[in-house]
């Protein structure tokens, strides 16, 4: 029924569109298909990082003032209509439309230039990383790689289970690829340095000022902070970071996650950051923390009770993730830890006062807090 390869069918099955016969025929073939399912994972992380974009509800005068956009310009247009048919064809009409054409024109023509994937045997003048095969065979899209290779912007480079792979980051740092990984080249530029992972592990170090690389995966991004650390992204989407030197930041949907040296933080899908620990933290401490992050309040009790003075990093996340007496919870309990500056008042906190919390992660001993002025827009990236 298929054929050589199930392409066509691969969106239908990730969004179980099939019969279960079908199905079950296009599984059986994914598992001996190399090709077919490389293109199912990019299927899948594409679905993975669409059902991260977040719905936004349209404002109640927007067909208002549609409409009053619409009236406008139609009675410009019956204007234009009219001085054309007085006084002859507008040259200078004519001339901003063709402008304004030739403008659009040349974007999508750049765009699909920088993007398309050349012919066999013809150059490859895409912006391109370095990568130098460490172990195995990569591939770079469909070619493996000897020695040395290009990754291509837009492009793909995967590693099996007996492959390894590192990736010169423009400038700025190194990428080590792992085993089984899959890694995309999403940008290239002075101020935007951006990969896309779907699955594996990769451990990055960088040596640029704050902000300037990203890696993107399905459940959150992460943002460098000048630093050093490893990534594992699951078949589910799910990401583990564990910072070895400096600082990451995890961003979704407006909700972040500070993880500095020694800490891990794991974002799920849907969910986005959970609250950053440090490696040392018990497992039964971890275990609550993932219990809370997962929906279960009733676990933050454990938590404040096992929480170390070194738990405070924890602690002032939870802040930000509770309300009312919950947070009133929190506070206390961090608070008996690290006092708060004079500043910062209960009241102020339960009441969401965002200068507080600023001021009391200040005061948590967590080193050097250059970068989170920078963050904040207190300084500017180059002075670092």
């Known amino acids: ?153 837009g492009e793909w480079l995967t590693t099996d289970e007996t492959s390894r792979a590192q990736i010169s980051v423009g400038q700025i740092g190194e990428v080590k690829l792992e085993p089984n990984s899959r890694i995309q080249l999403v940008e290239t530029l002075e101020d935007n340095h951006r990969l896309a992972m779907a699955r594996g592990k990769m451990e990055a170090f960088i040596w640029a000022p704050p902000r300037k690389f990203f890696v993107e995966t399905p459940s959150a991004l992460a943002v460098d902070l000048g630093c050093s650390y490893t990534l594992e992204v699951a078949e589910d989407g799910t990401s583990l970071l564990h910072v070895t030197m400096g600082w990451v930041a995890f961003e979704w949907q407006g909700r972040e996650s500070f993880v500095p040296a020694e800490a891990k933080c794991v974002t799920r899908p849907k969910l986005g950051p959970g609250t950053p620990y440090f490696k040392d933290a018990s497992a039964e401490f971890q275990s609550a923390l993932t219990a809370f992050d997962t929906g279960s309040i009733d676990s933050l009790d454990v938590i404040l009770t096992l929480a170390r003075k070194r738990d405070a990093l924890t602690l002032w996340h939870l802040l930000t993730r509770t309300d009312g007496e919950t947070r009133g919870k929190v506070f206390d309990r961090l608070a008996q830890l690290i006092p708060p500056p004079k500043k910062v008042t209960r009241a102020g906190v339960l009441s969401n006062d965002r200068t507080m919390f600023d001021l009391w992660w200040k005061e948590l001993g967590l080193g050097d807090t250059e970068w989170w002025r920078m963050w904040k827009g207190d300084l500017p990236t180059q002075s670092r």
Not at 35 to 57: D, H, P, V
Not at 126 to 133: A, L, M, Q
Request: include cysteine.
């Open 1 to 153: 029924m298929f054929g050589n390869h199930v392409h066509k069918q691969l969106s239908a099955y990730l969004h179980g569109e099939l019969s279960s016969e079908d199905a079950s025929r296009v599984a059986d073939h994914l598992r001996d298909c190399q090709r077919c399912r490389t293109e199912f994972e990019e299927i899948e992380f594409g679905a993975q990082m669409a059902s991260q974009l977040q719905r936004e509800q349209a404002p109640d005068d927007l067909w208002a003032d549609l409409e009053l956009a619409i009236s406008s310009h139609r009675r410009g247009a019956k204007n234009a209509e009219m001085a054309q048919r007085s006084s002859g064809f507008s040259w200078w009409n004519w001339k901003t439309g063709l402008v304004g054409a030739t403008v659009v024109v040349i974007a999508a023509l750049t765009f699909v230039y920088l993007n398309r994937q050349p012919e066999p045997g013809e150059p490859d003048n895409r912006p391109s990383w370095e990568v130098t095969r460490l172990d195995g065979r990569p591939v770079i899209g469909k070619q493996r790689i000897a020695e040395k290779g290009k990754l291509p912007l």
